[in-house]
Every structure is written in structure tokens, then in C-alpha cells.
């Protein structure tokens, strides 16, 4: 039986939530705190016209939006959704859809849980039980945040605990997508010097941010060249888990069935993408943990584990793509070693400005006589005035770093939600834990890393080569 809250309507489903109606006690609406008695029953007709409210002020959201779905029972049209997408999107899309990003920026102010990730725990259950060999890859933002739906800090590094948590859900294989982060820093470097070299097009945007690059294609199309050609980490390793990784393993391909953890709901819609294939399914964390509750599993209780060897942990310069002035920093450390020959050492370069919270941060790096000045946002509403320099010939910036979350991927719209008035405090001290352990590591950049050597030797042949081109890097256009 369903009950509707007269004042809001929100819905009380009795079999969704575990108990009869009639034997709560002391039970207030959770969306607008009316009490019990201003509930009513209904049926499911009145609730199909309940779910067709006309919705005023809230964001609408179509039924084939790859990333956010949306409970219209819990809706009471706040209009935060909207607010949010405004301020941190710089977006007011109205009626036309198709333009919102499916970044998930909403879920996380959302007051009521109406928004939530597109589910993908289902088709993941399904590809299990029909004894599909269940491989994921896990990246690097999440085992900074993945202890706070069970009581950690924020910033505590979790990533032992998360691997075993994995393996008691059912995948046999579990890989870091820092991995794929190293080897989108071994493309990417690889073709900015080309760039910059060849007097290629300039500046550079990064694109491993699938919020941002839907922005680029829908909103500033003529600039498309200017993005690199890399796929993200995520499309990275589920291309190389298919032909690299399977082969190895000796799993057909066919048996395979690949999952992404991520912070990010708009890799939901990455994955829909028919030039990014690899990744079967994508998980945030806000979905890990429901599906952890499910299965009344005790997260303390996990043991720790480690990845899986082949396409084993990335370096330093992987962990922190998950925050904002990652990539960036992490393309210069591997830059540096292709135009001079020389290993990476901190003293070489200075990252301090890149590092931060200010939305819009630059520095300008000297390799080898030649300045190489880099720009780095966080927020998408904060890039409009360099995209229109660049549109109009004026950039003073070579390299470009574009993150839609503010704080990077550690603000991901799958991410837990932080308490009121924490965002700033939360997405820093899980910057600070990436950072640490970037700090702990040896491996500190990408062509450092052995399993990434041995990926080339044995299969890519070089950073830029063809093969590499066909696996790792892909293509855009137009939107709307």
C-alpha cells in the first residue's frame, strides 16, 4: 500500500520502505514534516497523477537522461536543482533537455533525495548471476570519500578496504583506474609537445571530464578542435581491460563485463558514447553505498585487499587527477621528461599555483627555454570569458584544464552528500588525502610507472602510435 503526504505529496510505499504505515509511530513527512494524520492512501492511478505534477521552479528532467534520474513524489519543487545548475553550470536549459550535462550537481543539494544516480546496480546483479567473469576499476576521487557514508572523515584513504569491499560484492577482478589516468597522461603529454612542437592547434583543453566535453559540444562547438583527442582514464581502461587485459587473462571477450566505481554520473553517459566503448556499466559511490546497505554488509568489518597486478596501481600523478589542478600538474611532470630527457624532479618545476581551491587558477611552467603558460577551472559557470578568448583569438593560455565539479572529481555528483554548510571543508580534506598520497608514493609520474612501460612494450608500441590512436583516443561533434 502507498500513502501520499496531502501538503507535499510526497509518497510513503510501504513495501519499498520495510513497514506497514499503520505502525510507524511518531512519523512526520520526511520532505515538508507534516504529520501523519495529513496522509492519505492511494492507488496507482492517483499516483500516476500524482508523478504528473507540473513543476514550476524545479529542473526537468527526461526519462533518457543517462546520469540523474528523478522520484517526481519527492520533488516539492524547491527550485535548489535549478539554482544549482545555474551557479555551478552556469546553465538555465528550461525545456530542451538534451542540454543538461548529467553531471549530478543537483543530486548533492537535492534536500530531498528526489535526484538521485541513474542505476546501474541491476544490470551489474544480472550480468553476475548469469556468471559473466566481473571485472571493475575503481577511481582515484572515491577512496577519499567512500568512508563517509560509514562514519569516516573526510580525506581518509580507504583504498584497501574499498578493493576488499569489491570482492565481497562478486568481482573477481579488481583494477585501478589510476592506471588508465597514467596512461591518458602518456597521450595526453605525448600530444601536447606535438602541439606545441608542430604549431598544432592551440591552447589545449584536457578532456577527461565528460560533463565538460557535452559542454563543449553543445555550447562552444567551433572550439572542438582544441580539445585533446584522449579519452578519458575510464575510457582508457575499459579499451585496454577488453584487448589487453582479456587476452592475458585468457577471458573471451563475450565473458566479460566490465564496471567502472566512480564518483561521476555523467560517466553514465560517457559510456553511451559510440566512440568510448570498453565499460559495461558504471557505479558511483553513492551507489556502492546503497548497494552495500543492501547487502547488510559491514564496512568495518571488510578486509583490506589489494588490485589485481596486471594494470596494477597507477603513480602519484594518477591519484591526484581526482581533484582539481591534477591533470594538469600530472601532464607537466610527464611533459617535462619528453622534452628534455630528463626524470621529473620537484625542484624542476613549482606546482603551488596550480594547487587550490580558487576556481580559476594558471601558472606558467618553463621547459627548456619555452613558457608554458596553463590555465585550470573547476565549475563550469567559471570558464565562459576564457572559452569566448579563445573563440576570438585572444588566449594568452597553451594548456587548458576543465573540471564541471568544483573541487574536481572529488565533487562529483555521485559522491556522498556533505553536511550542510561542509561542501568547501569536505572536497578539501579529500583533496588533502589524494595529495598525501601522492606524496607517499614513489612512482610519481606516469612514464615512470612499469606496468605502463610494459603495456607499450608489449602492446601499443609508443605514446602517440597508431595502435594507440585506434584504442585510446577518440573524436567529437556538435550537440543540439
Known amino acids: 500500500m502507498k500513502y501520499r503526504c496531502k501538503m507535499c505529496d510526497y509518497i510513503y510505499d510501504e513495501e519499498e520502505m520495510g513497514k506497514e504505515f499503520s505502525l510507524l509511530e511518531d512519523f512526520d513527512c520526511p520532505m515538508c514534516h507534516a504529520p501523519k ?23 526537468l528532467f527526461s526519462d533518457d537522461n543517462k546520469g540523474v534520474e528523478k522520484d517526481d513524489a519527492k520533488c516539492i519543487d524547491c527550485g535548489i536543482c535549478k539554482a544549482t545548475c545555474i551557479s555551478k553550470c552556469g546553465l538555465n536549459f528550461g525545456e530542451d533537455t538534451s542540454k543538461c550535462l548529467e553531471c549530478g550537481q543537483c543530486i548533492i543539494t537535492c534536500p530531498t533525495n528526489a535526484l538521485r544516480p541513474k542505476r546501474h546496480i541491476e544490470r551489474v546483479k544480472k550480468a553476475m548471476s548469469e556468471g559473466k567473469t566481473m571485472v571493475c576499476y575503481t577511481s582515484p576521487a572515491i577512496r577519499v570519500s567512500i568512508g563517509e557514508v560509514f562514519g ?21 577482478y579488481v583494477l585501478d583506474t589510476t592506471f588508465g589516468a597514467d596512461l591518458t597522461i602518456m597521450e595526453e603529454a605525448t600530444e601536447l609537445k606535438e602541439r606545441l612542437e608542430n604549431n598544432g592547434v592551440l591552447p589545449m583543453f584536457t578532456s577527461c571530464c565528460p560533463a565538460w566535453v557535452k559542454y563543449a559540444e553543445t555550447y562552444y562547438s567551433d572550439l572542438l578542435p582544441h580539445l585533446s583527442t584522449c ?41 553511451q558514447r559510440e566512440e568510448i566503448p570498453g565499460t559495461d556499466a558504471v557505479i558511483t559511490v553513492s551507489e556502492l553505498a546503497d548497494w552495500v546497505k543492501e547487502e547488510q554488509l559491514s564496512f568495518d568489518d571488510i578486509e ?17 587527477f581526482g581533484n582539481t589542478g591534477g591533470v594538469a600538474e600530472a601532464a607537466l611532470r610527464s611533459l617535462y621528461y619528453f622534452m628534455t630527457g630528463e626524470d621529473y624532479q620537484e625542484s624542476h618545476l613549482n606546482f603551488s599555483s596550480v594547487r587550490g581551491y580558487d576556481n580559476v587558477k594558471e601558472a606558467t611552467i618553463t621547459i627548456e627555454g619555452r613558457d608554458i603558460k596553463v590555465a585550470i577551472v573547476h565549475k563550469i559557470s567559471a570558464i565562459k570569458d576564457i572559452l569566448e578568448d579563445v573563440k576570438n583569438g585572444v588566449s594568452p593560455y597553451q594548456f587548458i584544464e576543465v573540471m564541471n565539479c568544483q573541487g574536481g572529481c572529488v565533487g562529483g555528483g555521485g559522491q556522498p552528500k556533505y553536511p550542510e554548510g561542509m561542501e568547501k571543508i569536505t572536497k578539501e580534506k579529500r ?24 603495456l607499450y612494450d608489449e602492446f601499443l608500441t609508443s605514446p602517440g602510435s597508431e595502435l594507440a590512436h585506434h584504442y585510446l583516443h577518440t573524436s567529437y561533434h556538435k550537440r543540439g
Open 304 to 320: 583490506e585487499s589489494q588490485f589485481d597486478s596486471l594494470l596494477g596501481e597507477g603513480s602519484g600523478a594518477g591519484v591526484i
Open 431 to 454: 583533496i588533502e588525502g589524494l595529495y598525501q598520497r601522492d606524496k607517499e608514493t614513489t612512482v610519481k609520474a606516469a612514464y615512470q610507472n612499469p606496468d605502463i612501460q610494459r
Open 37 to 59: 494524520n495529513l496522509f492519505v492512501a492511494i492507488n496507482e492511478e492517483e499516483e500516476l497523477e500524482t508523478s504528473k505534477r507540473i513543476f514550476k521552479k524545479a529542473i
Open 152 to 172: 569516516y572523515a573526510p580525506g581518509t584513504f580507504l583504498q584497501g578496504k574499498l578493493i576488499g569491499l569489491l570482492r565481497k560484492l562478486g568481482f573477481q
Open 231 to 271: 579519452k578519458s582514464p575510464i575510457g582508457m581502461e575499459g579499451e585496454i581491460v577488453k584487448h589487453y587485459f582479456s587476452k592475458k587473462m585468457n577471458i573471451l571477450e563475450d565473458e566479460l563485463f566490465t564496471v567502472a566505481i566512480t564518483p561521476c554520473t555523467a560517466k553514465k553517459f560517457e559510456l
